[in-house]
């Protein structure tokens, strides 16, 4: 797995370049489905359809929803615009030195997002509520990145890169499984501030 390599350097820096544009964008398109869920939830708590007891007036309810939605829209456009040949690039390389690289990844991305997070926090503290839960998906996405995706969801997308290779379907849902286990440990750490 590990071993001599004729250009060590390049050889690393490549993979270390592919795992982690392939965990940046999961992570983005993770903080992306987030905000936009959020979104739709404000709006539906906007039109009395559920109750968040945000209690928001008519404009700051419209211009948290604006805001919100472009910032999702936002992190969805950098991710799918930026696995643009990620995964492909790593295609050559042993399968446990791109596990090992994407777990790393994860951690990295998830530090990113934890401090980004705490860096925030303070500029949203006058602004409406829904901001703040903003601020809190960004650091349960974090938290996931850092904990869960190394622990759990790279595991996961070894074994099922390993046992579904046989019929062909294992490096098809290698990437969605780490996004499947991110996601739903979002959900998991996510608090509603109140």
């Known amino acids: 797995m ?10 690393y820096t490549r ?7 392939t965990s940046l964008d999961i992570g983005m398109l993770v903080m992306a489905s987030g905000i936009i869920g959020l979104a739709i939830a404000i709006l539906l708590d906007g039109l009395d359809v ?4 945000l209690d928001l007036s008519t404009g700051a309810f419209l211009a948290s929803l604006l805001v919100i939605t472009v910032i999702g829209a ?14 492909e690039s790593v ?22 997002f934890a401090i980004a997070a705490g860096q925030l926090r303070p500029v949203v503290s006058q602004l409406p509520v829904p901001f703040h839960a903003v601020v809190e998906v960004l650091r349960a996405a974090g938290l996931a990145g850092l904990i869960v995706v190394p622990a759990l969801a790279v595991p996961l ?18 990437l969605p499984a780490i996004y499947a286990v991110w996601v739903i440990a979002t959900l998991i750490l996510f608090r509603m501030p109140g």
């Open 2 to 11: 590990f071993g001599p390599h004729p250009q060590p350097y390049r050889y």
């Open 15 to 21: 993979l270390a370049a592919g795992t982690f544009r």
């Open 50 to 53: 559920v109750n968040l007891d």
């Open 74 to 87: 936002f992190a969805l456009g950098v991710a799918s615009e930026g696995r643009y040949g990620a995964a």
């Open 91 to 112: 295609s050559d390389y042993p399968h446990g030195e791109v596990m090992v690289g994407r777990a790393i990844g994860a951690v990295l991305i998830g530090a990113l």
């Open 157 to 174: 997308a070894w074994w099922l890169r390993h046992g579904l290779e046989r019929i062909g379907m294992g490096a098809r849902l290698e």
